[in-house]
């Protein structure tokens, strides 16, 4: 509309300066002709439509920027509250992580009881849903690496309910056979998740391998959920394969009948045994982009079984890194690795309490 009133002013402006000369002279002087006086009307109607269009303009220019100033404050405002909280959930799984790796028993104080052994461990987050467990009691210790569902926080929770149903089994009821073990930690975590209710929606659980080694008979017992270990004995590796479910979840409800598979056997000097989560085996990398796979890591345990346990940590700890390259790990990353010879060498009188893996 705006363009159409200039357009019929101009129009106007012509015909009318086309009919008529823009001025004349006479007697009594110049006079400006009416065509000339209707052309500068019109010329200023048009500067003035001009100065009120450019004036409406920038009015609604400003209001925009007005509201794009508010809206860049209220962002920014909104940027600096989930920074802040952002921090604070950071700090609480920062302190979550110490409450977490105090339940751990340094790698240092096991070696007092198993010399020849390693721990690496490697969370994905900063908490884990991997954890491993050890307790000594007289001759006999049990050790264990555990996968809890997911990983970071829910992981995370779900591992102190196993550290604490562990610590009543085995240090307080005083249960060493691996496969009741087990057993119990099942029903342990299917009654502390409500997971007996058939409308539970919990499907919690923990793939787990879990061994006891005897150092005065030399005698070695283990089970496992979903979590196989491998056993090297000279230069032969043999896979111990665990039962294909887990402890805890859906795939096993009390009222069914739990029974998990316990090897059993006598270990000599040059026996050693590897214990481990998904996480590594699992882990994508290489020049192809593909699982690290188990058969890789059967490979890599028997190329290093000479090495003393903390050399074969070094290498396994390597590999992984060189694995990965710039790639993101997908899982935590537990494996552990224990030379059966020499249990006990270290040992100091035997106590009638059991060694609390609870406590550093």
Not at 195 to 206: A, H, L, N, T, Y
Not at 233 to 244: R, S, T, W
Not at 309 to 333: C, H, L, N, P, Y
Request: with cysteine.
């Amino acid at each position: 509309m705006k363009k159409t009133v200039i357009y019929n002013a101009l129009t106007i402006c012509l015909l009318t300066t086309s009919n008529g000369s823009f001025a004349q002279s006479g007697e009594s002087g110049v006079h400006v002709s009416g065509g000339v006086i209707a052309a500068l009307i019109v010329a200023g109607v048009v500067v003035l439509v001009l100065l009120v269009v450019l004036y409406m303009a920038f009015k609604k220019i400003k209001r925009i920027n007005s509201r794009l100033e508010a809206q860049k404050d209220e962002i920014e405002c909104q940027k600096n509250l989930i920074l802040i909280k952002n921090e604070q959930i950071t700090d609480s799984i920062n302190y979550a992580r110490k409450i977490q790796d105090s339940i751990l028993v340094p790698e240092a104080k096991i070696k007092r009881w198993l010399p020849d052994m390693f721990v690496y461990y490697k969370p994905k987050d900063i908490v884990s849903g991997d954890f491993y467990w050890f307790s000594r009691y007289e001759s006999k210790y049990v050790i264990t690496a555990i996968d809890c569902t997911g990983h970071g926080v829910p992981g995370a929770f779900l591992s102190m309910i196993g550290n604490t149903l562990l610590h009543e089994i085995v240090n307080i009821k005083h249960v060493f056979k691996p496969d009741q073990i087990l057993a119990m930690l099942h029903t342990g975590i299917t009654l502390a998740l409500n997971q007996d209710s058939e409308d539970s929606g919990s499907e919690d659980g923990m793939d787990m391998s879990l061994c006891t080694v005897d150092a005065r008979l030399n005698r070695f017992q283990f089970a496992g959920a979903k979590n196989s270990i491998y056993v090297v004995q000279g230069d032969k590796l043999k896979v111990l394969k665990a039962n294909y479910y887990s402890v805890g979840g859906k795939s096993l409800r009390p009222g069914m009948k739990v029974e998990f598979t316990c090897y059993d056997f006598m270990y000599d000097e040059n026996t050693s045994i590897y214990m481990f989560s998904d996480g590594y085996l699992d882990q994508y990398g290489g020049e192809s982009n593909e699982k690290f796979n188990s058969q890789r890591f059967k490979e890599l345990i028997l190329a290093n079984r000479a090495l003393p346990m903390s050399e074969q940590k070094a290498v396994i700890t390597k590999t992984m890194e060189q694995w990965i390259g710039d790639r993101q790990q997908i899982d935590d990353f537990l494996v552990m690795g224990v030379k059966l010879a020499g249990l006990g060498k270290h040992e100091e009188q035997p106590s009638k309490q059991p060694q609390k893996a609870i406590t550093k």
